[in-house]
């Protein structure tokens, strides 16, 4: 890789930071608001003169799967049923898209990959603006999953303008913008959802603030982010054999780094989803005391992710994460206190913090220049496939089996996912040798 300016490489970490955090935050608005929105839409299409509207179809299909428990469940529970079935729609979509907005990265560049994913963002939130019915804003949420690019891109360009020494710190910093959008992005989109501007959507105050948010970023990246991909910036009238990318020694196969992603998001974001269900039926937990747990969770993953992450080797990162995933699952399938719940958060903060970005900065050392985007693409494909299904299979086994039959089953399951980090996985010569070495130089 031709060497990247420190001066350049400062200036366009900011952008992306700048970008993803406006980002993230505006994508954060809706979480809190997924019951309220959704009871909204009920109250006003479902009842015993409108049983033909597509969400009263939907949640005839969700009490029907309802019943195939032996366990009863709660109708409380219809409404979580149904955000959780649109998060994992939103989910398979990015999965369908990612890979192909990697390619198209690698092949156009970055800069209009990412602006034309940002065109579909605009869109996907102006449909909410104007979301009166469920129909518009199921449409609004398709469209946001096969659009969504910003996280994948951000990454790509950040290995772009990295060298071996510094990727690992790299990738630290944006899984630190999730974690400080996820502290604050969800309290603000609660305030927000308070202020009534428009009667036929309540929730139009928080769309249209997270539409400016889009619109702002959009801006800023059009005028400040320049091309990052190698063979975009190369000089064509310089040495030929500067140009000419380098070819990777590969330590780890992508179908590995896959397969382990993949698996670990189907076990960790099924035990994300499961969590409320859980502080309810243990500690009857409501919205905001839930809302001070996650909020725990992304403050202490912003800390480790600012101050641990960034400065260790990305297989290490890796391995302390399932490490971290395994006793939260071990923990959850047998607390009976407050205090042992908030330990349990503590695991799931230092998963956060650690495992997705390590094994992007892993799936980054084993691509080469032309390959980044398509390869990073993949990997979020097969994370976002395992982001869809879990919480589906994950709550189905919660509630046909109970507590500690699932999260037993799932810390088998990450036991697998653990035994093939630290038996499979390779560090990368380039991940340690030459971070050590750049250790020494700043002693």
């Known amino acids: 890789m031709a060497a990247v300016e420190q001066s350049t490489r400062k200036r366009v970490l900011r952008i992306i930071f700048i970008s993803l955090l406006l980002d993230l935050i505006s994508f954060t608005f809706i979480l809190p608001l997924f019951p309220k929105l959704l009871e909204f839409y009920r109250n006003s299409e479902v009842g015993p003169e409108s049983q033909s509207t597509l969400l009263a179809q939907i949640l005839g299909g969700l009490n029907t799967y309802k019943s195939a428990f032996a366990k009863t469940i709660d109708s409380r529970y219809d409404i979580v049923l149904l955000g959780g079935a649109l998060g994992s729609l939103f989910s398979l979509l990015q999965a369908i898209a990612s890979p192909i907005i990697g390619h198209l990265s690698d092949k156009y560049g970055r800069r209009a990959a990412l602006l034309a994913s940002m065109g579909g963002n605009i869109l996907s939130v102006l449909l909410w603006v104007m979301a009166v019915d469920f129909r518009t ?40 913008c999730f974690s400080i959008a996820f502290t604050f992005g969800p309290a603000l989109g609660a305030y927000l959802s308070s202020v009534p501007t428009v009667a036929a959507n309540p929730f139009a105050t928080a769309a249209g603030v997270s539409l400016s948010l889009i619109v702002i970023e959009t801006v800023y990246l059009y005028f400040a982010l320049p091309e990052t991909l190698p063979n975009k910036t190369a000089n064509p ?59 725990y969770v992304g403050l202490v993953a912003s800390i480790l992710q600012g101050g641990v992450t960034r400065r260790l080797p990305p297989l290490l990162t890796v391995r302390i994460g399932v490490g971290a995933c395994l006793l939260a699952f071990m923990l959850l399938g047998r607390i009976n206190t407050v205090g042992s719940l908030y330990l349990a958060a503590t695991c799931l903060a230092t998963t956060s913090a650690t495992v997705v970005s390590g094994l992007n900065t892993l799936s980054s050392f084993e691509a080469n220049e032309g390959e980044r985007g398509g390869k990073l693409g993949v990997l979020r494909s097969w994370g976002q496939l395992g982001r869809g299904l879990g919480p589906i299979l994950f709550t189905s086994v919660y509630w046909w089996a109970g507590r500690e039959v699932a999260y037993g089953a799932g810390a088998l399951g990450i036991s697998c996912v653990t035994l093939l980090v630290f038996t499979q996985l390779k560090s990368p010569p380039g991940s340690v040798q030459k971070r050590l070495q750049a250790e020494k130089k700043e002693l």
């Open 237 to 295: 009238a310089g040495d030929k054999a500067e140009a000419k990318p380098k070819v990777v020694t590969r330590t780890n196969s992508h179908l590995l780094l896959n397969l382990v992603h993949f698996s670990f998001l189907l076990f960790f974001s099924g035990m994300e989803f499961s969590l409320p269900f859980m502080t309810y039926e243990l500690f009857q937990y409501n919205s905001v005391q839930n809302g001070r747990l996650l909020g």
């Open 137 to 176: 804003f199921l449409a609004s949420r398709i469209v946001g999953g096969l659009s969504e690019g910003n996280v994948q891109l951000a990454t790509a360009i950040a290995t772009d303008i990295s060298d071996e020494n510094s990727r690992g710190s790299t990738m630290a910093l944006i899984g630190a």
